[in-house]
């Protein structure tokens, strides 16, 4: 808070989800890993090929959050408000692990 308080500009509280990257021998092993991974509940993976033709599957969680705490230097939200966010990150990390 004491941070929060003394910020200029705006300031944001962030949490990322989980993402794992996978290299795939072959298209079918990508499309494979990526129904199981869907129908797993990750719904944001997807598969990318490279121009060389290198296949990478993205396992993505949405387990995402992000909030604007403040604006211009002035806080926006309560420290109660801050201590609710922490705790739904922190679930969203036992989420993602």
């Known amino acids: 808070m004491a ?3 003394k910020a200029t500009g705006d300031a944001v509280f962030k949490f990322e989800p989980f993402v794992l990257h996978v290299l795939c021998r072959e298209l079918q092993d990508a499309q494979l890993l990526h129904s199981v991974a869907i129908d797993s509940g990750f719904r944001n993976s997807g598969i990318t090929v490279g121009r060389g033709g290198k296949i990478t599957m993205a396992v993505r969680s949405t387990h995402c959050l992000e909030v ?6 002035r806080l926006m939200v309560s420290e109660e408000y801050i201590e609710f966010l922490v705790h739904v990150a922190n679930q969203k990390m036992e989420e993602n692990i």
């Open 68 to 73: 604007p705490l403040s604006h211009k230097g």
């Open 3 to 5: 941070a929060l308080e």
